[in-house]
């Protein structure tokens, strides 16, 4: 055991000191190296390089000292001593200083200026070792959650009615008022930083207790995201679970418990309607961990996509929320979270197929999910396949291989999700009235089945039944699709016609875009129009004014899949009796491009033709329709 005394001042000097000496070397190290005219490597990672690096590396030595030592200099003489058992190691100051800290945290009474100064300077060190790998965990395991909220509930009263209100009485009460809200400010970022920094230390109960308090949760929330930092995710989904649990009793909980203006102000930040589940779902899209650790929870699932009262819009951060769990994550390098995409989408999926109906901010994210997992889609949309029970699988094993040619290198996401067809439609038909997820399906749809025409055209000369096989499960996919989408709230068999032609709008992709020379890397393309329906909606039809005009006599759906056929025919020189498809750039124009003109002679020829084109043109048709009178409800 020794005792160490430290002389602030010296101390200090000598801090700056050797900031300064740093920075002279630096700049005059660079200087030297950029004007001589052959290289030093002395100059750059040689001794010299070397030494300044180690100076810098005395800093933290140095700091950790000081702080300790003016925290501990409470008479303000600029002397202070600590005690130390292993030779005054920078890991034993650390826990010096972190003890100190606790300690004053507790002791927190603010009832006058010299008080009040203190504190600021405690405010200072949780800020400056908010990051640190050590001081942050030994600090909040001191206080424990109760003792965070304490802190926070002390520091909102330094300037509420309750509190001592020492300031109305100092020789300058605007001053110290003002002084007295910076405080709070430093001490709610220092602390809410230090509680994100901690938090991968914590368990589960951390976040209950800290929630059990939903005041004190909301302003540590606020300075999260802010920063845009996150929480464990274990301690994160521990804190829904308990403010879901208090809201799910009464839903007007918040406003009735903090309808006291006292509450309504912390630091900088004014909390108009208060709501502990917005700081929730703020701090939530801040990362994929925190994302998923909500919609990983079956009960927050369900709780924040169908079950809350959305009485004030919340369901549209949580849809936030659900596409950085889903969409975002089903293409993560990380594997973990790529898996975890597909179990909470799957669990979304048979949940909403059920009695559920997805609140009206998730249903873009709902079909974006869909759209994502088209492949999946396209697997059970005829007959009864599918998984009766939620989960995932690995793409490209026995049991779920890859089709129309494609491989890993299709970007499709890695994870496939379990589905079931009633379950898909049932979620269709709840989405159908929003057009920014009926925008994504559309169009996965119309790559996927680009996709699928490109294969077999490919394909067709040795395989003849190639183009005709995939004209039937094409036509099928998309009227599927366009079927379920409009049945949701169409009663009148003519609305509901009227209606599928209006939906088929949106199953126009850029296929042009679509390589047809190698296979196609449909991923990519899904992806980018899933974030594209997702972040702008939509806000127009893309489809061509030739494309509308030629459809006045049939479906749009059937002449649209029937034109990707033909493109895709076209492309691979598989004779379709079409004289001089039109061309761009050396290449055939894709029917997006194709002029009123153009489309009507292409039309024409094609349905003029027997033999491959005929065959396809031909089961497209009588298949959409079909499988409109089998599944559809008008």
């Known amino acids: 055991m020794a005792d160490i005394k430290i002389d602030i001042n010296k101390l200090d000097s000598a801090l700056k000191k050797l900031d300064n000496l740093v920075s002279a070397v630096d700049s005059n190290r660079k200087s030297a190296s950029s004007n001589t005219p052959i290289s030093l490597p002395s100059l750059e990672d040689g001794d010299l390089g070397k030494t300044t690096k180690w100076l810098t590396e005395q800093k933290p030595e140095l700091q950790t000292r000081l702080d300790l030592a003016r925290l501990l200099d409470v008479d303000g003489d600029g002397q202070a001593s600590y005690k130390v058992e292993y030779g005054d190691q920078l890991w034993e100051v650390k826990r010096g200083l972190s003890d100190e800290m606790t300690k004053q945290l507790k002791d927190l009474d603010v009832n006058s200026v010299d008080d009040r100064k203190r504190a600021a300077l405690l405010a200072s060190l949780l800020n400056r070792y908010q990051n640190d790998p050590d001081i942050p965990w030994q600090v909040m395991n001191g206080l424990g959650p109760e003792g965070v909220t304490e802190v926070m509930n002390k520091l909102r009263n330094m300037t509420g009615q309750y509190g001592s209100q020492y300031w109305q009485n100092s020789d300058n009460p605007g001053d110290e008022h003002t002084a007295l809200i910076d405080l709070q400010e430093q001490m709610g970022k220092g602390l809410a930083g230090m509680f994100s920094s901690a938090s991968v230390y914590m368990d589960g109960d951390w976040g209950k207790k800290i929630a059990e308090d939903p005041w004190s949760a909301s302003v540590l929330m606020r300075y999260i995201d802010k920063a845009h930092k996150d929480i464990d995710p274990m301690v994160f989904e521990a804190m829904g679970t308990e403010l879901k649990d208090r809201e799910r009793n009464d839903p007007m909980i918040w406003s009735q418990m903090y309808s006291d203006p006292d509450y309504w102000n912390f630091g900088n930040e004014h909390f108009s309607e208060l709501s502990p589940m917005r700081e929730y779902l703020n701090v939530a899209d801040n990362s994929t961990r925190d994302a998923q650790a909500v919609m990983g929870n079956d009960d927050l ?38 898996m975890d995409a597909a179990k909470i989408s799957s669990s979304l999926l048979h949940q909403l197929g059920g009695d559920a109906e997805p609140l009206d901010g998730v249903k873009e994210e709902v079909g974006g999910i869909i759209a994502t997992y088209i492949a999946d889609a396209d697997r ?50 709840d989405i159908g009235d929003n057009d920014a997820a009926k925008s994504a399906v559309g169009k996965a749809t119309s790559i996927l089945n680009q996709a699928r025409f490109d294969y077999a055209a490919a394909h067709q000369s040795s395989d003849p039944t190639a183009m005709h096989k995939a004209a039937h ?41 679509i390589p ?25 039809d893309k489809t061509s004014d030739a494309i509308k005009d030629a459809n006045d006599q049939q479906g749009k759906g059937i002449t649209l899949t029937q034109l990707q056929a033909l493109y895709a025919m076209e492309k691979h020189d598989v004779p ?59």
């Open 380 to 429: 059970v949309h005829e007959g009864g396949t599918g998984e009766k029970d939620p989960g995932y699988h690995l793409w490209g094993d026995k049991d779920f291989p890859y089709g129309y040619g494609l491989g890993e290198e299709s970007g499709i996401p890695a994870y496939g999700i379990n589905l079931n067809q009633a379950d898909l439609r049932g979620v269709l038909e």
């Open 301 to 338: 699932l369900q709780y924040f996509t169908s079950e809350r009262m959305d009485y004030d819009d919340l369901s549209d951060q949580a849809g936030k929320v659900l596409k950085v769990a889903t969409v975002d994550a089903a293409y993560s390098d990380n594997y973990q979270y790529s």
């Open 473 to 513: 499960e094409g036509s099928t996919l998309s009227g599927f699709m366009t079927d379920s989408l409009v049945n949701g709230n169409i009663d009148s068999e003519e609305d509901a016609a009227e209606e599928r032609k209006k939906v088929a709008e949106f199953f126009t992709s850029p296929i042009d875009l």
């Open 516 to 540: 047809t020379d190698k296979v196609p890397v449909i991923g990519d393309f899904i992806k980018g129009e899933v974030t594209d329906a997702l972040v702008e909606g939509y806000t127009a």
């Open 576 to 634: 379709t009796g079409i004289d001089d498809w039109p061309q761009e750039n050396g290449q055939p124009k894709s029917p997006e491009h194709l002029t009123d003109k153009e489309l009507q002679r292409v039309l024409a020829q094609a349905d003029g033709q027997t033999g491959v084109t005929s065959d396809v043109t031909g089961e497209i048709e009588n298949a959409w329709d079909d499988y409109n009178k089998k599944y559809g409800d008008n």
